[in-house]
């Protein structure tokens, strides 16, 4: 049985179902033809975020009440016993493909090990075109008699366009009231949003290039005008590269009504299969343009991972390294100093012994944040492993090297650890490269100034 939770979404839904129906006949540029059906939308949202139960009885109620209503619409003079049997495929019909469409996106997203937004897009994509397909095809042949290949491309396209352009949009919307029924809280549809007045100038602007484009193609009846829709492509990525998820959803949502608006009421024929399919490859690249942001969010974290000690935030030794070599190419050719300074953490053994290895991690990561604060944006800072740390100091002769080892030695002397009553030192090697020479050459002669530096005592520069 249902809960009151479940009812209070039925309710709420089925009404919305059958105004959003509505909508798509008023919107309609021919009996049974619309550029878009926005319930399927809602249908595949429903079951991504509601759960099965109240959204299966909701949206099947909604699909016999609409072929009722359609039916008193258009006088189709069938009887009861026709448009309960027509009506129960075509609830059948959508519920099963729409609503297990949308399950097993959710289901393939939660059995993934982590979360990729192209991933998402990607299936998303496939599964409401394979569903909007099957639909059309399997609604042709039981219900309404099979016309030709225009009526099963105008079906399928319709309601793919109701699935990719509108689920996205009400998802969001429920999670924005309801946070908990959030299928990827991952995405985070209102980060950051920036002033409404600039958005809406944007959809102004974007609104106002597609009725020029609409109205001119058909007042020209001309086919190669229309297809200037695909180029509404530039400024619907303007708007998702600078607004957020939801406002760009926004904008893919008014497009296309829009464009079912001024189709309807224009009376366009011949073009609506290039709008359809304008709308949906705007849709699609809008999508995929989402991804960009994240794909570089993805590959500045596996830099990091892979080039970026976890601990003390410092480039790992293979990264340092390939850094180095670099500077002292540029440093050879433009006979330009650069001095290496090579230090490590005085008794950090006794240290771990005594305090604890999380203590001595502690150490480890409060000296490099020392170390941080006091470096230029060209210096290069590494942990070459266990307490060791390279700094590379490009511009710099060996005087001024070892000025900047003994401020750092004196900063790293002061530094405190709560609960603790120890001093962390270093000792610090310092060279100045040669020029031409490799990079293990000047690293060598400082890790031996290093080893000077610990022989006379530790807390030392040499």
């Known amino acids: 049985m249902l809960n009151f939770s479940a009812v209070i979404k039925c309710c709420l839904l089925l009404p919305l179902w059958l105004l959003l129906w509505r909508l798509s006949v008023f919107l309609e540029y021919a009996p ?44 189709t003079a069938r009887d009861t016993a026709e448009l309960l049997a027509s009506g129960s495929i075509f609830a059948t019909l959508h519920t099963f493909l729409y609503g297990g469409g949308a399950l097993l996106l959710k289901r393939q997203m939660a059995l993934s090990a982590s979360f990729n937004l192209v991933t998402l897009v990607t299936r998303f994509l496939l599964i409401a075109a394979v569903s909007s397909l099957i639909l059309a095809a399997s609604g042709l042949a039981l219900i309404y008699s099979y016309d030709g290949v225009d009526s099963l491309i105008a079906w399928w396209i319709g309601d793919m366009t109701g699935v990719v352009v509108m689920a996205p949009i009400f998802a969001s919307i429920v999670t924005r009231l309801f946070p908990r029924h959030s299928f990827m809280p991952e995405i985070n549809f209102y980060d950051r949003p920036k002033a409404l007045s600039t958005f809406i100038w944007k959809l102004v602007l974007t609104g106002l290039l597609l009725s020029i484009i609409l109205i001119t193609a058909e007042w020209l009846n001309s086919e190669e005008i229309a297809c200037f829709i695909f180029f509404l492509a530039i400024p619907v990525t303007w708007i998702v590269f600078t607004e957020t998820p939801f406002r760009a959803s926004i904008s893919l949502a008014a497009v296309s009504v829009l464009t ?203």
């Open 32 to 75: 049974h033809a619309s550029l878009w059906f926005p319930p399927a939308g809602l249908t595949f949202a429903a079951f991504l975020l509601m759960g099965s139960r109240s959204a299966t009885l909701a949206v099947w109620l909604a699909c016999m009440f609409s072929t009722f209503w359609e039916n008193s619409l258009f006088n």
């Open 260 to 462: 079912a608006a001024i189709v309807a009421v224009i009376g366009v024929d011949t073009q609506a299969y290039i709008y359809q399919f304008g709308i949906n490859v705007i849709a699609c690249s809008a999508y995929f343009t989402m991804c960009v942001p994240a794909l570089a969010a993805d590959n500045r974290a596996l830099f990091e991972k892979v080039h970026i000690d976890y601990l003390t935030q410092a480039l790992n030794r293979e990264h340092f390294t390939a850094l180095a070599e670099q500077q002292l190419k540029y440093a050879s050719r433009y006979d330009k100093p650069v001095s290496l300074i090579v230090f490590d953490v005085d008794k950090f053994k006794v240290i771990n012994d005594t305090y604890g290895h999380s203590v001595g991690d502690n150490v480890l990561r409060e000296i490099a944040i020392c170390v941080r604060k006091k470096l230029r944006k060209s210096d290069v800072f590494g942990r070459f492993g266990g307490d060791e740390f390279v700094l590379l100091l490009p511009r710099t002769n060996v005087q001024r090297a070892r000025q900047v080892a003994a401020t750092l030695r004196k900063n790293i002397s002061q530094l405190s650890f709560a609960g603790f009553e120890f001093t962390a030192t270093c000792s610090f090697g310092v060279a100045e490269a040669t020029t031409g020479a490799p990079f293990e050459q000047a690293f060598d002669e400082a890790d031996r100034a290093l080893y000077d530096a610990k022989k006379a005592g530790r807390n030392r520069i040499r």
